[in-house]
């Protein structure tokens, strides 16, 4: 079935460093992907989103990069901050899904002092 | 209220029993989902509604679950003759809705364990 998978489960980052996250897709009819951050104890933080017809697209400290080809989704963090300690998912929807909204299993980014 | 309410937080039921979880979205939200987490794993999408009808209940895990929504607004998962396996948090999360808005604004979540 449709899955949305992560390369690495776990990322331990020096702080005031760049981390980035991986995340691959296998449904080529995903046309949205989305990134969420999630802190212990806490529901899922959207942080930022990517349409299909777009390869890269930046926030406040952050950069999502799509590469359809591969089927591979990133995304970027600038200059770490021990707030950024949390769990990371991708997720995505497919055009023919409606808003069916599907999520891969996460990353956790630990952030070292 | 400001964001999206579930109740209750934390629920320990015994095994066979039927629980009830509640999600109370943003007001205007019509879109609202239930999704299932499992200590230390990803989202498990369970059920969409968009309005009160439900286009996708694919996720639902089995028979045993059954979620609906009234008025727009409240929805109810419920749990009927509950398993071990059921063990989890369920979050609730709602959004504007529409096909380009992927932003979920989530609750909680609802700790069930089931002994």
Redesign the interface.
């Known amino acids: 079935g449709e899955s949305v998978g992560l390369h690495l489960p776990t990322l331990s980052v020096q702080e005031g460093d760049n981390s980035i996250i991986n995340c691959a897709y296998s449904n080529s009819a995903s046309d ?3 990134w ?1 951050k999630q802190e212990s ?6 942080i930022i ?1 990517i ?1 299909s017809n777009m390869d890269k697209r930046q926030g406040q400290r952050v950069t999502v990069l799509l590469n359809k080809t591969v089927k591979h989704l990133s995304l970027q963090i600038a200059a770490t901050q021990p707030g950024d300690s949390a769990v990371y ?1 991708c ?1 995505e ?1 497919s055009y023919s ?10 990353t956790r980014l630990s952030i070292r002092p | 209220g400001a964001g999206v309410s579930q109740s209750p937080s934390n629920k320990v039921t015994e095994k066979g029993k039927d629980v009830e979880l509640r999600c109370d979205p943003i007001s205007g939200h019509t879109a609202l989902y239930w999704y299932r987490q499992s200590l230390g794993q990803g989202l498990e999408f369970l059920i969409y509604f968009q309005g009160n009808s439900a286009p996708d209940k694919s996720g639902l895990p089995s028979d045993r679950f059954s979620a609906e929504r009234t008025g727009g607004s409240v929805s109810t998962l419920t749990i009927q003759r509950t398993q071990q396996e059921d063990s989890a948090v369920y979050l609730c999360a709602s959004s504007q809705g529409g096909r380009g808005n992927g932003e979920l604004f989530f609750g909680e979540g609802s700790r069930l364990t089931v002994l």
């Open positions: 949205y992907f989305i969420y104890g806490k529901g899922p933080q959207f989103d349409r998912f997720a929807r899904s409606a808003s069916k909204i599907i999520f891969g299993s996460g």
